[in-house]
């Protein structure tokens, strides 16, 4: 049998993870494939009902809270930690799933999955070669030129964390009027549209963005390649698919996008 696909759907708190995982399973199970989905967040308030592996079988976070004292911050750090010992149950799990694709839904606070050391881990041991990141871009945040460019940099810190190749998506795009999605789809076709917009959110010359800068994210964001996709309306879904395809038919030949390249 050939390696399942394994998609870890990351993003700022409320950029719509579980809403698209859900959206998503769903319509690849009625393309015909197995998906699975998997639930990482310790602090998921969603029904443990949807997904087929949920970690807090292992690791709840109310109930480190209420052991340890601890507050909601304090107790996500020790979740994640905690979450890297029970990695051979959830592997385990997992693996009897038997799925085409694994879609993994990760914590709320982005920093907990993009910068602890034991998240590093939870994905060097769930991933095979066919393993990609899903980095939702929350429309709120996109819509403006500088929520923009920080979701740009944010993207390719994770990236750069994991060293997996990434898929970037406009989730909730239904929220966006047909002009402003068309607008945040332009920044990333044009850098020099993603400049002017710049421009224009902060007149002020001392705080332009220097030369340098802007050279690293006229690089950067023609590689973002943006998907729009709406869980709610389930659309976007069938391009996004195609977008994971292309990633796992690149095989080993595809680097992480930002990686600077040898040439
Ligand atoms: N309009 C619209 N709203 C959405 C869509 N997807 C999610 N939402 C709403 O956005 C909010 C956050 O959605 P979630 O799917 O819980 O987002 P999340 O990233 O998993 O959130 P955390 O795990 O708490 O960080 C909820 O109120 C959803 O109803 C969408 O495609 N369109
Ligand atoms: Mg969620």
Not at 86 to 97: G, I, L
Not at 129 to 134: C, F, G, K, L
Not at 180 to 191: G, H, T
Request: hydrophobic share 45%; proline share 5%.
């Amino acid at each position: 049998m050939e390696e399942p696909g394994t998609i870890y759907f990351t993003g700022t708190a409320g950029a719509g993870k579980t809403s698209l995982v859900r959206a998503f399973a769903e319509w690849t199970r009625s393309a015909g494939y197995d998906a699975a989905v998997v639930n990482l967040d310790p602090g998921s308030e969603a029904s443990e009902d949807a997904a087929d592996v949920d970690i807090r079988e292992w690791v709840r976070l109310a109930d480190l809270q209420d052991e340890y004292g601890l507050g909601p911050n304090g107790a996500q750090v020790v979740a994640a930690d905690m979450i890297a010992l029970k990695v051979f149950e959830v592997k385990q799990a997992v693996q009897e799933q038997k799925a085409d694709y694994i879609l993994i839904d990760t914590p709320g606070q982005i920093e907990l999955f993009a910068f602890r050391e034991a998240s590093k881990a939870i994905v060097d041991a769930l991933s095979g070669d066919r393993s990609v990141i899903a980095f939702l871009y929350d429309p709120v945040l996109a819509r403006t030129a500088a929520g923009f460019v920080s979701l740009l940099m944010l993207g390719a810190t994770v990236e750069f964390r994991f060293r997996l190749p990434t898929v970037n998506i406009l989730a909730k795009s239904d929220v966006l009027s047909p002009e402003q999605l068309r607008e945040v789809m332009s920044w990333s076709d044009d850098p020099g549209m993603l400049y002017d917009a710049i421009g224009r959110d902060t007149p002020t010359p001392d705080v332009q963005l220097s030369t340098e800068l802007f050279r690293a994210i006229e690089n950067m964001a023609p590689l973002v390649d943006l998907v729009p996709t709406s869980a709610k309306e389930a659309s976007g879904l069938e391009d996004l698919y195609r977008s994971f395809q292309r990633v796992f038919a690149g095989g080993e030949d595809l680097e992480p996008s930002h990686a600077p390249s040898n040439e």
